[in-house]
């Protein structure tokens, strides 16, 4: 039975290897990887407890606005008026199951989403590398890393290759640590273990191979799992405007109710009469609903970008993607397929397309007395053949049984093509095996191997290449003066064509080497060939982009490759204006001082061959001149601009670990259409709020106006605070709670971005809720008034007012809904898009019969049924409501859907 070392760090790997009885060079069989995993469970943290349920209910209450209704139903209770201090408690508590329920889902919803996004690690089993899931890992697993990966479990290094690890996490040291193999003592601290990294780090740079230790809650980070775990933050700059919005109306609302309350005492009416209006008025101007209708609305948000492949894990990217001005995207499968197939070859001074290799499209005819060698490039051109090798050689690419060629799609499109021609790779490997290698990194571009004692290979960009290079191989293969001349100009030939260009190099050392040293590759490279690779644009990002202009939102390009390969995709997506394309290198761009950097940044669609700490500048001097920066990135040195960008984009398939935690959301499917579809998604919360705020805000106003104008002029209350209670409860359960699931609506992404300085509260929204509520008012008052002089009872009066405000508060629900579009002759189009809406209002209609028809609601409520013409003198206000919602609409077009 395999025993978990403990101490690992003090021990040699070889001992490790030996107490986990697992075999250094096969790894472990499948089959005992699962009796491992049974024993030692799945290498997952368990869920921690969190916030208690109750707490978090409780949470609910924490509302000055809700402090204020519970304190009026206490006053309530103490008066002996226990009815309506259970209603007042009722709708508080009401509203708070809504706000739990729905945070809860909230929570659930974006936790398992961020699950669902799985770490893969390259593991051996069997004798084959593999890669699978990090919860399948299992102790005596042989894992391998490299630059970008999070560590899957504890590890102890059997191999490192130059590997440096971010341990930030649990050691506090804020610059990567560099691993090797050597034990230490037992007794050293967490940053001294210079054998062992630790789950939940981040390589950084280099290389590494290390048996798993210790996985889920044995882990260091595991042991401490309680302060690792990620709690999900609702709170948003939206939530934080409308507690600011919450605070303002609560003062507004005590005035207002003390006003009333001495206004009347100062018209001699009775003390009880005033206090019940007084009470009256703050519940009708208390928007209680409000909170629940922001989560309600964000947490829908989530799910829809999540069924669009985009997953929220920062819950303030749903609002911001909203008023995104600029996109800054990666070029390589974002904007395009992601599948490089190598184009054209340049090499011996000839500019060969890949297709001409193919055995049998440059074999002679039978009984052709032409020299096969000429008819041949591959045979005739060594320098041509010598390419292609160093192309399969200097490659991590490999074949898989299951799944093809697995790899970086550059260095699979390399293998590929050397396939293609005829080359076979294990003879190749067997031929020149590969001894030692340093890894492609973003600041050195290139990437270069060791093969047999004296054989170096280098693949990398074509300035990172020649700069190392002082002379060429000749078609006879043959070395001779570099034309770096003709290198250029081929360059930009296969450039224009869209290519993404690599340089190829070889060299050789004088004396034997097992290990390749930086410096053996400084100078004295023979310059090999070039290979040009295509990756089309994806068709889908071609029209998002569109879409993402038409919307007023830039979109600019930043990538490594060629700046000619860069703008000629550029072309292809529709980037710039017409047939201009603004393009600058990373050299230029390096050039600028920072005054110009912000020019620079605004004016230019693509930034090519632009280095890591370069994003970080762009994306800042974009922020300088008053942009919102949603960024994509996928590599390690992405993660300080996705953390600066207003919204950091990781890729889901591609990207590593680093840039996903440094993310404010994650794309499935690595695709620029994903994007351009959360940012519509974002755009319609934000409208969804704001047609709540037009709905819920006319109620109350209308409610508090009618109560403070009725006791400042003398007049009997056309509204009790009980019936003020029911009002509110109709609104927030049935009808302002659908909007926020209203569909997008058409023409969405056809207008500007919102700024981001836009108040909650807009003149033009303002000046809608002012009108609304003054109709609503004169409806209220007009309906009670009339009733009354036509000899109605005081409940009868009162009944009709309140069924004539739920009337017109359905009629202007549809008109601020996607629904109606304000055009009536057009609903029965729209009513089968919007069935929660309709389900609400039919709700709405319901408990509105029920309060005026039933018995024991006219009791306790002290309402009266309505008769025959009565109902159709309340339904006139269905009517009115048509041109006032018309007029409402010219106030504030963003709250509703134009045709």
């Known amino acids: 039975m395999p025993q978990l070392p403990v ?9 490790v290897a030996a107490a986990l ?4 060079d096969r790894g472990l069989s499948h089959a005992e990887a699962e009796q491992r995993r049974k024993l030692w469970g799945t290498n997952a943290f368990s869920e921690g407890g969190g916030t208690p349920a109750w707490r978090r209910f409780l949470g609910q209450f924490h509302d000055p606005l809700l402090y204020t209704l519970l304190v009026v139903g206490a006053i309530k209770a103490l008066l002996h008026e226990p009815g309506e201090a259970l209603v007042i408690w009722s709708v508080t508590l009401i509203n708070a199951l809504i706000g739990y329920v729905q945070e ?11 699950r669902s996004v799985r770490t893969e690690v390259e593991v051996i089993r069997d004798g084959q590398r593999q890669r ?3 919860e399948q890992l299992v102790p005596g697993d042989l894992v391998s890393l490299e630059a970008g990966n999070k560590v899957p479990a504890d590890l102890r290094l059997l191999q490192t290759r130059n590997l440096k690890v971010d341990e930030s996490s649990l050691t506090g040291e804020s610059r990567p640590a560099t691993k090797g193999t050597t034990a230490v003592e037992r ?14 780090s981040f390589v950084t740079s280099g290389q590494g191979q290390g048996l798993v230790v210790a996985t889920g809650a044995a882990t260091e980070v595991g042991q401490i799992s309680s302060s690792m775990q990620q709690q999900v933050n609702l709170s948003t700059p939206l939530t934080r405007k409308f507690r600011r919005f919450s605070h303002t109306l609560l003062k507004l609302v005590l005035v207002l109710a003390g006003l009333t309350f001495l206004v009347g005492l100062l018209r001699g009416r009775d003390a009880a009469e005033m206090f019940d209006g007084a009470v009256a008025l703050a519940v009708g101007a208390i928007p209680e609903e409000l909170p629940a209708i922001v989560t309600i609305t964000l947490a829908i948000g989530v799910n829809r970008m999540a069924r669009r492949n985009a997953i929220i894990r920062k819950l303030p990217a749903v609002e911001a993607l909203g008023s995104t001005t600029v996109i800054c995207s990666d070029k390589t499968g974002t904007l395009t397929q992601n599948r490089m197939t190598v184009q054209e070859i340049y090499a011996g001074g000839a500019l060969v397309p890949l297709e001409a290799l193919w055995p049998g499209n440059g074999s002679p005819d039978e009984g052709d007395d032409t020299d096969p060698l000429a008819s041949d490039p591959l045979a005739s051109n060594v320098a041509l053949r010598e390419t292609l090798l160093a192309g399969l050689l200097c490659n991590d690419a490999r074949p898989s049984q299951r799944e093809g060629l697995v790899g970086d799609p550059t260095e699979t499109a390399l293998l590929q093509a050397a396939q293609n021609v005829g080359i076979d790779r294990q003879q190749a490997l067997d031929a020149h095996p590969r001894r030692d290698a340093i890894p492609f990194e973003s600041e050195q571009q290139y990437m270069a191997t060791l093969h047999g004692s004296h054989r170096l290979l280098m693949k990398g960009s074509v300035e990172a290449v020649l700069a190392r290079c002082n002379r060429q191989l000749s078609a006879a293969g043959q070395p001779e003066p570099l034309d770096g001349t003709s290198i250029t100009a081929a360059v930009a030939a296969m450039a224009k064509r869209g290519q993404r260009v690599l340089a190829f190099a070889i060299g050789s050392t004088d004396t034997n080497q097992h290990q390749l040293h930086p410096r053996l590759l400084e100078e004295g490279l023979d310059f ?6 295509l990756d089309p644009p994806r068709p889908e990002a071609i029209e998002a982009v569109a879409a993402c202009q038409a919307a007023g939102i830039t979109v600019k390009m930043i990538t490594g490759d060629h700046l000619e390969t860069a703008r000629s995709i550029a072309l292809q997506l529709g980037l710039g204006e017409g047939e201009t394309v603004r393009a ?5 761009l390096a050039a600028l001082a920072d005054d110009a950097l912000v020019d620079c940044a605004r004016h230019n669609d693509v930034f090519a061959r632009v280095a890591p700490a370069q994003k970080l500048s762009l994306v800042k001097a974009l922020q300088a001149d008053g942009a919102v920066v949603a960024m994509t990135g996928d590599g390690v040195n992405d993660a300080p601009a996705l953390k600066q960008a207003d919204i950091g984009i990781a890729m889901g398939q591609g990207g590593t670990e680093v840039a996903r935690e440094a993310a404010d959301m994650l794309l499935t499917d690595d695709n620029f259409a994903s994007i351009e579809a959360a940012v519509e998604e974002g755009r319609a919360v934000y409208l969804n709020l704001r047609k709540a705020l037009a709905f819920v805000l006319p109620v109350n106003g209308s409610a508090s106006m009618t109560i403070l104008l009725g006791a400042v002029f003398g007049l009997e209350l056309p509204v009790t605070a009980l019936q003020v209670l029911w009002l509110n409860m109709v609104c927030s359960l049935s009808l302002s709670v659908p909007l926020a699931f209203e569909p997008r609506p058409p023409g969405l992404m056809q207008q500007p971005p919102r700024p981001p300085a836009q108040p909650l509260l807009s003149r033009g929204l303002v000046r809608k809720v002012v009108l609304v509520s003054a109709f609503y008012w004169c409806f209220i008052f007009g309906v009670f008034l009339w009733a009354r002089s036509h000899g109605s009872s005081l409940p009868l009066a009162r009944t009709m007012a309140i069924q004539s405000l739920v009337l017109a508060q359905i009629a202007y629900l549809l008109s601020i809904s996607q629904a109606s579009k304000l055009s009536w002759r057009h609903w029965y189009r729209n009513w089968h898009r919007t069935p929660i809406l309709l389900g609400g209002i039919g709700m709405a209609v319901l408990l509105q019969l029920g309060f005026s028809q039933l018995g024991w609601m006219n009791r306790f409520f002290a309402t009266a049924p309505l008769g025959r013409e009565q109902w159709l003198i309340c339904s006139v206000s269905l009517l009115v409501m048509v041109p006032v919602a018309w007029l409402a609409e010219r106030c504030d077009p963003t709250t509703g859907v134009a045709d």
């Open 132 to 134: 699978l899931p990090s």
């Open 21 to 24: 009885d697992s075999p250094l």
């Open 584 to 588: 600058i290198d990373g050299r230029s």
């Open 187 to 200: 007794d050293a601290a967490l940053a001294e273990r210079l054998g062992m990294v630790y789950a939940g």
């Open 7 to 15: 101490d690992a760090h003090s021990l040699r790997g070889d001992q």
């Open 528 to 533: 090999l060939g070039l290979q040009g690779m």
């Open 104 to 114: 809860s889902k909230a929570e659930t919803a974006i936790a398992a989403l961020a």
